[in-house]
Each structure stands twice: as C-alpha cells, then as structure tokens.
C-alpha cells in the first residue's frame, strides 16, 4: 500500500507542480516539511501541517509512525538526489512510496549556466564539511556545489583561495526557480558577496595557480602532500599497498599503527563510498592524522588513539585491515585475523627483522603472498648521482577463506 507520497517542490511553489502533485498534498492527513516548504505549499494543504524536527532522524521517527494514515512529505527539488527521499527509503520500502520528483537545484543550475550536467561534479555541502570538495579540485573542472546557508559561498571562496585555486570563478546561484532568483559571480580572491540567500548554489570554475594543492587521481600521491613526521607508508609502497588492499565499494578498512593515516585516506579517495579507521597510539600523530585527512577532502576518516591489538575492541568489523611496518606486537597479526569475514584481504607490510619474523611464520602458516619490495632513489654523490636504496619492505598479503 502506498501510504506515503513525497513531493518535489521549487521556489515557485503550487505554481511549478502538476495535478497529481497537488493532490497528493491536498489529499494527505499529515503534510510534514520544512518551513518554507509548508508555507509554499499552504494554500493546497488540507490536513495537517508538521515541521521538521531537529534532530532529523526524529522526524523519521515521526513519518514512519503515522504508517496507516496518507502522509505526504514535501521535499525541495528531486528528493531522491541528496535529499529527504534518500534517507526515507532506508526505512520505508519503495513499493509505500509515490513520489513525484521536481527539478533539482543542480539541473537548474546546470541549465542556467548551459553546463552539460553529466560533465559536472555535483556534491552536497548541506551540513557537510566544505572539505568534501578538495579531491575535485583540478584545473578546468566545473563543480556544483548545494551550500548550508549564506555563509557557505564565502566560505568556500576562502577555502578555495587558500589551496591555491583563488582566481577561480564562484557563481552563486539563489532562489533558483522562483521570484527571487539572483546569479552572481565573483573571483575567489575577491569574493565580497555580503546578503547572499539562505537557499543557494555555488558553480566554481577551477583555475590552478602555479603550486595549487592539486589532488592527484591515482593511489601513490607525493609524500610531501602529507603532513608527516618521517612515519608515512612510502609513495611507492603506498600504491602497491593500495593495489593489494583491493578496495572495493562500500567496504571498510581497519589502518593499525596509522602514522600518518596516508593509507586510510587514499583507501577513501578511491571511491565515496569507502569508509576506513585509522588506530594510532600516538596522540601528535593521531592529531595529525585529523589534520591529513581534512586537507586531502575525507573529513569522515574515523581515528582511534590507542594501542592495537587493544584498540580493536568494538570496532565495526573490517572488509580489509593494512598492519604497517612496526606491527610486531604480540597477538596483533592473530587479532586482525579473527576480526576479517570469509573473504576479507589482510596487507601488512614488515620493515623490521621483527615483524618480517612475524609474516614469515604466518605465511608458513597460512599461505597467501609474499613479495619484497625494494626501492632505491636516485640522490646527488658529489658532483655525480648515485642509487641510495630505501629499506626493504616484505609485504604478506592473504585473504581469509
């Protein structure tokens, strides 16, 4: 039974909706929204009007216990993309729901500024840290970017001017598709806009000054983009290590004795979807950590200070677990082990005799791979250039049956 419908709605209000979204709203006994929604919507509303409650998830609550009754919920634009419908639909099955979707905010804008939206970044800043948006940033890409309030286009103008990106074209997009609409841009480095709406969008132009932080695609990113104290998983180690993690999508990883957390956060930049722990005992380095991952756009990377196999306890189980190069704790390799599912890929990588004793004796054990990594850079000797070879890594890669 479809006791549920959600509704688009645009600044345009009743004007910009079709019959059957009309009486969706003007046929349900409870109409929830946020305020200005309801206010938009007023003159169709028949039944009862209920604000959204802070937090959000009690007015989920809310919705879900009103199953038996025809409940509308209005939403701005397409609810399905970054909006309410999305969170819904993880508790209320689709085949209770009609929904009848708007233009979003992006395709508006897209249509606006003649973007063809499939070339285009779109992300939701809504609530969410501005640093989301560093990995997009590269020269020539055109991002949209949905903002929390007035404040947020200024905001982003700094953050952006900050990184190196500062004659970057910032359009800010208000009220699209109602009365009020207003499209303005300014140059990051001179952004002054003061009585911005509460309701807009941000369109930026990437431009690269010379030495912008410029996030590269691939796993193995320059070390010297990582605030580190020596205790980093080298470039090269770092991508071979990613390779053998095999991250795939939604999955998460346990990074134990993090250092510098550069494996987590290129385990998340692969994909949105990845979620990762860095456990470190250090507290500098686990501040550093936090630091790191707000710097290359993974705000949600979750750091644990404490020591492994100890801080493991609790921790929501791992899809992959990476042990770095100091892992030779007793019971650590056994822990990380028993925490994996059938099927999970455990990486470690050993620079001491110690732990390559370890992963020796693991691989005797229980099989998997065993490779020696060794890498030499080419350095200055004198007047003339010679190999200086880093220490060797052995590395064991295994996946549990």
């Known amino acids: 039974m479809k006791w549920l419908s959600i509704v688009g709605i645009g600044e345009d209000g009743l004007a910009g909706l079709g019959e059957r979204a009309r009486q969706a709203i003007a046929g349900a006994e409870i109409v929830f929204g946020g305020e200005r929604h309801l206010e938009l919507a007023a003159a169709a509303i028949t039944g009862e009007s209920r604000s959204w409650l802070s937090p959000f998830s009690r007015s989920v609550e809310a919705v879900v216990a009103e199953r038996n009754r ?6 701005s634009g397409d609810p399905f993309h970054y909006g309410v419908g999305a969170t819904l639909s993880r508790h209320i099955d689709a085949s209770e729901m009609d929904v009848i979707p ?25 609530g969410r840290p501005l640093d989301l948006i560093r990995p997009h940033l590269h ?82 990113r320059d070390d010297g983009l990582f605030e580190h104290d020596g205790q980093i998983t080298k470039r090269e180690v770092r ?58 756009g993974v705000p949600d990377l979750r750091v644990v200070e404490g020591t492994a196999p100890g801080a493991l306890v609790d ?19 056994e822990a990380a082990i028993a925490a994996l599912p059938a099927g999970g890929r455990l990486v470690a990588n050993a ?42 890594i052995t590395q064991w890669v295994w996946t549990k049956p």
């Open 70 to 75: 025809r409940v509308c919920v209005l939403a």
């Open 139 to 220: 020269n020539g890409a055109r991002i949209l970017a949905l903002t929390s309030d007035e404040h947020g286009p200024a905001a982003l103008a700094q953050l952006l001017n900050a990184a190196g990106f500062g004659i970057s074209i910032v359009t800010v997009l208000e009220a699209l598709g109602g009365p009020d609409e207003r499209i303005r841009s300014q140059v990051a480095m001179g952004f002054a806009l003061d009585d911005v709406q509460t309701l807009n969008v941000c369109a930026v132009t990437v431009v690269a000054l010379p030495g912008a932080r410029v996030l590269p695609m691939a796993a193995g």
């Open 102 to 126: 708007q233009v979003s905010a992006f395709t508006l804008a897209a249509g606006r500024l003649g973007w063809p939206l499939a070339e285009v970044v779109s992300l939701s800043l809504h």
């Open 239 to 296: 991508a071979l290590t990613l390779s053998a993690l095999a991250p795939r999508r939604g999955e998460l990883l346990w990074d134990i004795g993090a250092g510098s957390g550069s494996v987590a956060i290129e385990w998340m930049l692969a994909d949105p979807s990845l979620k990762a722990i860095a456990i470190e005992a250090d507290g500098e380095r686990v501040a550093r950590i936090g630091r790191n991952a707000q710097a290359f």
């Open 351 to 392: 620079v001491t005799t110690e732990m390559e004793a370890v992963l020796l004796a693991r691989h005797a054990d229980l099989g998997g791979g065993l490779t020696r990594i060794d890498i030499a850079r080419a350095t200055e000797i004198g007047s003339m250039t010679g190999w200086r070879p880093a220490m060797p």
């Open 315 to 333: 921790l929501p189980q791992p899809h992959a677990v990476f042990i770095g190069g100091g892992g030779s704790e007793p019971g650590l390799v």
